[in-house]
């Protein structure tokens, strides 16, 4: 993977192809906390989720291959990617984070299952 700086944000690119783009007006990455319920009975699931809180993370700082996301500078950091060769590793800094929204990045050619 490469991680690109650009104006306002950076790349992230597999083999040449645009992955994720993230930008102060356009952020890729949004973080949150729900609460789920599950329920078994003989083998029948019931699955319900609740979002409480999903919140964007405009602002990066970036040092070498870790960029780490807030949601404004100067407040703490909430979230957490390191690009490794071909992974892209990630970690929570908020302990209330349990939900994690990516926006990947999708061109027309993307939908035709060729």
Known sequence: MQLDLIPGGFTLSLEGR?????????????????????????????IEDYVVERTALPHVEIEGNRVEFSVARGLAPRFALTVDGHHM????????????????VAFGDDADPQ
């Not at 990630?90 to 929204?101: E, F, G, K, M, P």
């Open 89 to 104: 590793l990630t970690q929570a800094l908020d302990a209330s984070i349990n939900r994690l929204w990516i926006r990947i």
């Open 18 to 46: 645009e992955i994720l783009r993230h930008t102060e007006a356009a952020p890729a990455l949004f973080v949150g906390h729900g609460e789920e319920r599950m329920d078994m009975y003989r083998g029948n699931f019931e």
